[in-house]
């Protein structure tokens, strides 16, 4: 399965947030993904998700990669700002991310920020993947 890769435009408003979801849950089935992988890509995903305030069609980029999975989430205007602001103390997107996910990377491309996510990926039935 390795290599395989989705992508989804959403609309920014929050009623398609479960579309989200739904196709990382089929996703999650689909690599037999333990369901706390499952939960930290979901709360990532929803973390950004609610940073698209513009109106902006925002894009979930999922790629399957060998033992791990990358999401690809843009663009915003002002993502950088936010992962940059408060300290190691405070409760921000930043310490959020890193709590969930093995990286994370901001992008300059197509005039917008793109937050790139990588998470390790284990599965049910035989541990680390």
Wanted: aromatic share 4%.
């Amino acid at each position: 399965m390795s290599g395989d890769e989705i992508s989804l435009t959403l609309p920014a408003d929050d009623a398609f947030h479960s579309v989200a979801h739904l196709v990382l849950g089929g996703l999650a089935v689909r690599l037999d993904l333990t369901f706390e992988n499952l939960e930290d890509l979901e709360l990532a995903i929803d973390a950004l998700l609610e940073r698209s305030t513009d109106g902006t069609d925002v894009t979930l980029l999922v790629r399957v990669l060998d033992g791990e999975l990358q999401a690809v989430v843009g663009p915003f205007d002002a993502v950088r700002s936010e992962l940059e602001e408060g300290g190691e103390e405070s409760l921000n997107l930043r310490r959020i991310l890193d709590t969930v996910c093995d990286g994370v990377e901001i992008v300059d491309r197509d005039g917008g920020q793109w937050v790139e996510l990588t998470k390790r990926i284990e599965t049910v039935g035989n541990g680390k993947r």
